[in-house]
């Protein structure tokens, strides 16, 4: 006995490739359960069909041979339960999502579910500044360097000005703290994302209080650091700025610069 293979058939018999790549499409930008009434087919069947078409594109990309990896966290459900995803950063598509948590032990089972050849290929890892993450990174692909993506660098840099801000407010008393409520937001933008009315904001919260004022400065002038092409100049504009840091006494920036 043979059984002849066509061409035509989806790798599930009871539908044809053209149809399965048509829903498969459709579902890229449309929910399962609109695709389903569109088609007039069941949500279980566009369900199934979609899981076709997904493999069917994950063959055809191979298996992930990345040279440049990010790595972050999403959150499940209620609660505090993690899965981790990390994405090929050239080719711009996540390679893997898995872990039960954001522990080392769930990070090594990326690499370890990569073969050797092309762990050793990873050169730059891209992470949050999560411990395990860089651990992990630093123990499987010791070649690689870890990068500090710009995000979590500037979200600290926001705390550490949220956290003075916080501070003065608490230190004053009527109605110089009048001034600094409801300003958090504003503090927090740049400047030139500013409006008119954010601005005048602006000018009588510093014109009330000198230390958000300097706060504010060595916000703003830190975000230079990311026009820098040249790693020496950037290094040394870094310096600089944490330099003249040490004349303001701010205590939640000296922290900042010293992590």
Known sequence: MKRERLAWL???PRYTRRFVLAVGRRCRTSTIKDVAAEMDLHWDTVKEIDKLYMQEQLDLAGPPTPTA???????IGPGHSYRIVV???IRKRAIWFGGTDRTEASMDLFYASIPTPIRAGIRLVVMD????FRNSAARNAPQAKIVYDKFHVIRHLNDA?????????RRLKGESRHFIKGQKYTLLSRRENLGEEGHASLDLLFKANRRLYKAY???EQFGQLWDFVDPKKAALFFL???TGLRWQKLAPFE????M
């Open 10 to 12: 989806a790798a599930n």
């Open 161 to 169: 000005l949220d956290t003075v801000r916080k501070n003065e407010y």
């Open 255 to 258: 922290k900042f610069a010293r």
């Open 129 to 132: 500044m999560w411990k395990a």
């Open 240 to 242: 600089e700025w944490r």
């Open 217 to 219: 400065l060595l916000k």
């Open 69 to 75: 990896i990010g790595v972050d966290e999403i959150s």
């Open 87 to 89: 994405s090929d950063l």
